[in-house]
């Protein structure tokens, strides 16, 4: 049986829907966070009710958007539960607020061929081999033996139809086989100028520097190294938020 992602066709209410793990708004969004994958597995070994629901993509956010300051200080994942800082509604009007929509590149793993498989928590053991379903590496593996299934073609026909849309963030740095996945997303002509930019991993893995909130923030604001972009200013700017109070000397 194929492991599905958790939101993979989920309704969140209040106008949050998702066809193939693309998120439809009843709003138009003019920002799209574009992500891996979120394996439908029990809730105690993935809490997240949102998109980015466990990582520091919504203290980042809150704190860069709403509060204007190093506000938040930790993980969503380790707020309280079952009222995690912020909460669901607080991050559907944020959403809105700021016309975010968000997806995901993979719909499916362990879907081909009938593979047999045993799961625990978020890892699959297939004949000797353990594969981590939210770790991206393993992903990359298990795409190596067929068993991905990739939301692009999706991803570009949303696009397409969604003239609202301008920006797409990928929240990792491409490499294979991300990498031909996004070159796909970022070579189509979608008949307008839409943006394609990559930011460090909310997951804040690999990133130098403590609070790691205080730098994770920065690296989305300032960073210079070619391997990543930063967060448009301009978007910034439009919601009147200066991104120097950010900066790290």
């Known amino acids: 049986m194929a492991v599905n992602h958790k939101f993979k ?16 708004t009843s709003y138009n969004p003019q920002v799209l966070i574009l992500g891996t994958f979120n394996p ?38 380790f707020t309280q539960i079952p009222n995690y800082n912020p909460t669901l509604d607080e991050i559907k009007v944020f959403c809105e607020k700021y016309k975010l929509t968000f997806a995901d590149l993979i719909s499916t793993v362990l879907f081909n061929n009938n593979i ?14 353990e594969y981590d379903l939210i770790n991206d590496g393993d992903l990359g593996k298990l795409n190596a033996i067929n068993q991905v299934e990739w939301t692009t073609e999706d991803l570009k026909k949303y696009i397409t139809e969604t003239p609202s849309l301008h920006t797409v963030y990928f929240t990792r740095q491409p490499a294979e086989p991300y990498t031909t996945q996004w070159t796909l997303l970022k070579n189509h ?52 938020i200066d991104r120097n109070i950010f900066a790290i000397p």
């Open 189 to 240: 002509d979608y008949g307008r100028i839409v943006e394609f930019k990559k930011i460090f991993t909310p997951s804040g893995q690999g990133l130098r520097g403590r609070p790691r909130v205080n730098h994770l923030i920065h690296h989305w604001l300032f960073n210079e190294n070619d391997n990543y972009d930063q967060l448009n200013n301009d978007w910034l700017l439009e919601h009147n």
């Open 40 to 77: 439908l597995t029990n809730e105690e070994d993935n809490m997240a009710d949102f998109f980015y629901g466990r990582n520091w993509f919504w203290t980042c956010m809150f704190n860069l958007f709403h509060h204007q300051a190093i506000h938040l200080l930790t993980q969503r994942k």
């Open 116 to 129: 047999e498989y045993n799961l625990h928590r978020n890892k699959a053991l297939i004949v000797n081999e």
């Open 9 to 24: 066709d989920f309704d969140f209410k209040d106008g949050f829907t998702t066809t193939n793990v693309i998120l439809k």
